[in-house]
């Protein structure tokens, strides 16, 4: 049962462009959510997130935004820069929980 | 600091053999984690351990143990490797109460088991 699902492995973006990532859930329970970059050969590291009482954050270049009655949220990365050619996770967290639960990911390539 | 570390960056197992992974934190960080990641899928919870003697199975424990005798360290022991273990470990950790419940990762150990 695969309770947080990337639906796109790839995505390939024009440099300069925006790049979005989706994302679904299916467990309502989830109340914060958060982004995590990928290169290869080293481990993910954050990015961005969410509280389920938002419906978007900002930092930077990156927005997430969440949508709880779609059970979807995203992340608008604008303008792209080849150095976010990366793999993208998606992770929830659940109240008291302490543990995160996945996406499979997203292969992001930005392209000059 | 020198975060979440991981030792071997590498290894090949043959099947049937065991080891250890290693992982360490410095950051005085509760929460521990170990995951896997296979090719194309996201992260899998193998353990987690909330503190120093308290551990718990995740989503893919069986192959896996691991103990927790300091808050430091949260080694993850591979006993009779088979091949369906070949993938890249992740160990990660996060403090209680943490607003985001960021977790920061290790760079990962890759093992082949033959």
């Known amino acids: 049962d695969q309770q947080v699902k990337q639906n796109s492995p790839s995505l390939s973006v024009q440099e300069g462009r925006i790049s979005i990532l989706n994302c679904d859930y299916t467990?309502?329970?989830?109340?914060?959510f958060l982004w995590y970059k990928k290169y290869p050969a080293e481990g993910p590291t954050f990015l961005i997130s969410i509280s389920s009482i938002k419906d978007k954050n900002e930092d930077g270049r990156f927005t997430v935004f969440l949508n709880k009655s779609a059970k979807h949220l995203s992340l608008h990365i604008v303008p792209s820069q080849p150095g976010d050619s990366a793999v993208y996770f998606c992770a929830a967290s659940a109240p008291g929980a302490q543990k995160l639960v996945f996406g499979q990911g997203t292969r992001l390539t930005i392209n000059p | 600091n020198a975060g979440v570390t991981q030792t071997p960056k590498f290894r090949i197992l043959k099947i049937g053999q065991s080891m250890t992974l290693q992982c360490a934190q410095d950051m005085n960080h509760n929460y521990m984690y170990w995951y896997r990641q296979d090719p194309g899928m996201g992260l899998k919870l193998i353990y987690y351990?909330?503190?120093?003697?308290?551990?718990d199975k995740g989503e893919v424990p069986n192959g896996y143990n691991v103990s927790r005798s300091t808050t430091e360290d949260f080694p993850l022991r591979l006993e009779l490797a088979a091949p369906s273990q070949t993938s890249v470990y992740f160990c990660a950790s996060s403090y209680p109460g943490a607003s985001s419940y960021e977790q920061y990762f290790g760079p990962g150990t890759r093992l082949t088991v033959t």
């Open positions: 351990s909330v503190g120093a003697g308290i551990t």
């Open positions: 467990n309502s329970m989830f109340d914060y």
